[in-house]
C-alpha cells in the first residue's frame, strides 16, 4: 500500500477529482459501449465498431496511468500522455455521439417499416440532411477541441486547419458532391426504400435494395446471390423499375412466351376451315386456364387468384406462332432475404411454365418450335433433272481437253 502511495503524484484536490472523474467516465463507456452499440444499431454488425470503443478506452487507461506516474517522477513532465489520452477521448466521444444522435434522428424523422417481421426505422430526406449536419458540426468540433488541447491556437487562422479543410472540399466536391446529392435524391423520391426490389436498365437480374448510404447503394443480386455496390450518382441515372412498388393491386404482371405451330387444315371449305381454326383456338384456351386453375391450388404459386391469366396472339412468325401469356403475381414481401424473392419471382414463373406445359400434354397440343421447308415444282423438276444428268459427258468433255 505505501508503494502505491509512494507511485501516485502529489496533486491538489481539483486536480485528483478530474482525474478520478477521467478515470470513471472511462470505465463506464468500457463497461456500457456494447449495450448502447445494440440499442441504437440493433440491425447491423456492431462488432469492428466494438473493438474500436474498446482499443480506445483501453489505450486511454494505459495513457492515463502512464502520465500519473511521470508526474511522480520527474517535475518537469508537461502532460504529453494524458493529451493523446485526451486527445482519443475527444475522437471517442466525437464517434459516439454521432452514433447516439443519428439513432435518435433516424427514430424521430426516419421511415418506419417491417421487413422479416421485424420494425427498423429507414433514412429518409430529413434524417439525411440531420446526419449530414451532424457530421460537420461534431467534426469540427472535434478539431477544436484537439486544437486545444495541444494548445496550437495558430491553427484556427485562415491559413491553419479550417482554411485548409476548406480548400480541400473545394477541390474535391466534384468527386463527393454528386454521390451525396442523388442520395438524398434517392430519399426525397420515397419510392426506393430497403427491402425493395428494383430492376435497373442495362442489366438483366433483379436486386434487393439493402442500404441507402451517402455516398452509395448497396444491393442483394437475387438470381446470383451476392452483394453489388454502385455509386448514388451511378445509380440515379439508370431507369430504375421497382418491382416492390405496383401501379395497381392486381400485382406484378410478368409474361411468358410459347411458339406454336401452325394448325394444319385439311377441309377445302371455309365453313369447315373455319371450324378447325375455332377449334384450334378453344383448345389454346382450356390450356391455358387449366394452368391457372391449377396455379391457384398450389399454395408454393405465388400469383393473384383473383386475377385471371391474359393471353394473345402477339406474334406470326415464319416458324410458328407466338402466344404471349401473362401472370399476376402476389405482392412481394418486405424481406432481405434472397431465397425467399427468388421463390417468389422466378419460382413461380417456372412453376407456371411446367403448368402450361402439363396442360398442352392434355390438350395434345406442341409447344416445340417446328422447321419448315418451302419447295416449288420448278426447283423440285430442276433438281430432278440434275440428278439425271450422264456422268460420261463430263468426263468425255475432260477427256477431250486433255487430248487438245
Known amino acids: 500500500m505505501q508503494t502505491l502511495m509512494w507511485l501516485l503524484p502529489e496533486l491538489s484536490q481539483a486536480q485528483w477529482t478530474a482525474h478520478i472523474l477521467i478515470f470513471l467516465v472511462n470505465i463506464s463507456l468500457l463497461l456500457l459501449a456494447k449495450p448502447i452499440l445494440n440499442l441504437v444499431e440493433s440491425n447491423r454488425n456492431n462488432e469492428p465498431k466494438h473493438r474500436i470503443f474498446i482499443y480506445l478506452n483501453i489505450l486511454v487507461l494505459i495513457f492515463h496511468g502512464l502520465d500519473l506516474l511521470l508526474l511522480r ?159 448514388n450518382s451511378q445509380f440515379t441515372q439508370r431507369k430504375i423499375d421497382n418491382l416492390s412498388r405496383v401501379a395497381s393491386t392486381d400485382g406484378v404482371r410478368q409474361a411468358l412466351t410459347y411458339k406454336i405451330g401452325y394448325p394444319r387444315f385439311s377441309s377445302s371449305s371455309a365453313e369447315e376451315r373455319a371450324e378447325e381454326l375455332a377449334s384450334f383456338r378453344n383448345r389454346i384456351d382450356r390450356m391455358f386456364e387449366s394452368a391457372f386453375t391449377y396455379s391457384c391450388d398450389q399454395a408454393d404459386i405465388k400469383i393473384n387468384p383473383n386475377r385471371a391469366f391474359e393471353w394473345a396472339l402477339t406474334s406470326t412468325g415464319d416458324f410458328a406462332l407466338h402466344f404471349t401469356l401473362w401472370a399476376y403475381l402476389e405482392r412481394i414481401p418486405n424481406t432481405k432475404v434472397t431465397a425467399t424473392i427468388r421463390r417468389h419471382l422466378m419460382g413461380t414463373l417456372y412453376k407456371i411454365n411446367e403448368a402450361v406445359f402439363t396442360a398442352s400434354i392434355i390438350e395434345g397440343i406442341d409447344l416445340s418450335t417446328p422447321k419448315l421447308s418451302a419447295v416449288s415444282i420448278e426447283q423440285k423438276q430442276a433438281d430432278t433433272a440434275e440428278q439425271h444428268l450422264p456422268k460420261t459427258s463430263h468426263d468425255k468433255t475432260g477427256t477431250e481437253a486433255q487430248h487438245s
Not at 115 to 136: A, G, N, P
Not at 181 to 188: A, E, Q, R, V
Open 73 to 231: 517522477l520527474s517535475a518537469n513532465y508537461e502532460n504529453y500522455f494524458i493529451n493523446v489520452g485526451m486527445s482519443l477521448m475527444s475522437v471517442y466521444a466525437g464517434m459516439f455521439c454521432y452514433t447516439l444522435f443519428e439513432f435518435l434522428a433516424k427514430k424521430r424523422f426516419g421511415a418506419e417499416k417491417i421487413i422479416d417481421e421485424k420494425t427498423i426505422y429507414l433514412d429518409t430526406y430529413s434524417t439525411r440532411l440531420v446526419d449530414l449536419i451532424l457530421l460537420f458540426t461534431i467534426g469540427l468540433t472535434v478539431i477544436y477541441t484537439l486544437i486545444k488541447i495541444w494548445g496550437a491556437d495558430s491553427m484556427l487562422e485562415a491559413t491553419g486547419i479550417f482554411g485548409i479543410i476548406a480548400a480541400l472540399l473545394a477541390f474535391t466536391s466534384n468527386i463527393w458532391a454528386p454521390d451525396i446529392i442523388s442520395g438524398l435524391i434517392i430519399l426525397n423520391t420515397q419510392i426506393l426504400e430497403d427491402g425493395d426490389v428494383v430492376v435497373l436498365d442495362g442489366y438483366p437480374d433483379e436486386y434487393i435494395i439493402s442500404k441507402v448510404t451517402v455516398n452509395y447503394v448497396v444491393l442483394y443480386d437475387i438470381r446470383n446471390n451476392h452483394r453489388t455496390l454502385i455509386r
